[in-house]
């Protein structure tokens, strides 16, 4: 069998598709937050952060980050964080050119799915440029191709009870005597559904690299750079964060900064 290596030019021919529109028909169901008394409206209510509930509750829920042209990306996408998880089995499937890369969808959904990268490449997708904020005060412009997280999404039917959207990763952040914690990160499903939201795999017009993420990071454009998981290997749909690390939904969250860090 040939090896699935993104080749430049299937890549680049992918990235015009992804030009195209979209439609996230089976993300309408979540879009209900301004209904009264809907379960979503009670979770932003109680959410901590006033950004959280501006954006959602004064109509913010699907508006736009802004997008740039490609004049305005000036140098290459600043690697921060893990840049390179040091498992023998991610460093197996890199050697291999993530051919055998697989993303599992898991938790709330009726149908769990195990999806090739193959069939992540072959579905519709997206490419934005955007601009990247971390919290430690730098910003990058970059152009991002992948798959809106929605279609996936779509594709895993969530039950009614899903309110979040968990990725797990395989890069080691940490290293206690309890043993390695893994990078997780989460996001609400009106985030995870939103048009810019995108699984991405390509960076600049090139194969996502290591050092960003590959084969597969979240892009999450109205918020921090710290909720774009990167080395993603499963997302997992979850009602509440109870039996995710220590409770608040993200290793950082977990740290005290902020679960919902809007800009
Ligand atoms: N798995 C994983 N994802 C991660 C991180 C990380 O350490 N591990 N760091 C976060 C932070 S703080 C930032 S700013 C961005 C950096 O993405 P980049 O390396 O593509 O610039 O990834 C985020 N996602
Ligand atoms: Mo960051």
Avoid at 144 to 152: A, F, I, M, R, S
């Amino acid at each position: 069998m040939r090896r699935t290596t993104l080749d430049r030019r299937s890549f680049l021919r992918r990235s015009v598709l992804g030009a195209s529109g979209l439609a996230l028909g089976g993300c309408k169901v979540f879009d209900n937050a301004t209904v009264q008394g809907s379960a979503m409206r009670a979770v932003f209510e109680s959410a901590s952060s006033l950004t959280y509930r501006t954006q959602r509750l004064l109509g913010g829920g699907h508006s736009l980050a802004r997008e740039y042209t490609r004049a305005d990306i000036l140098q290459s996408q600043h690697p921060n964080g893990s840049v390179l998880p040091d498992s023998e089995s991610y460093q197996a499937m890199a050697r291999n050119g993530f051919a055998n890369f697989e993303l599992a969808v898991t938790g709330l959904v009726d149908s769990p799915l195990t999806l090739s990268r193959e069939s992540l490449l072959a579905m519709p997708a997206r490419t934005q440029i955007t601009r990247h904020d971390c919290v430690e005060g730098w910003s990058c412009i970059a152009e991002w191709t992948g798959v809106p997280l929605g279609q996936v999404l779509e594709q895993a039917r969530p039950k009614p009870n899903a309110r979040y959207v968990v990725f797990h990763c395989h890069d080691a952040i940490e290293r206690s005597l309890a043993g390695p914690v893994y990078y997780y990160e989460s996001i609400d499903m009106i985030d995870a559904c939103h048009p810019q939201t995108i699984l991405a795999y390509g960076l600049n017009g090139s194969p996502l690299p290591i050092a960003n993420g590959a084969p597969l990071r979240v892009r999450v454009e109205r918020q921090l750079g710290y909720k774009m998981a990167k080395y993603v290997h499963t997302i997992e749909l979850v009602e509440s964060f109870s039996d995710l690390g220590r409770g608040k939904g993200s290793y950082w969250a977990d740290r005290g900064y902020e679960w919902y860090a809007g800009i």
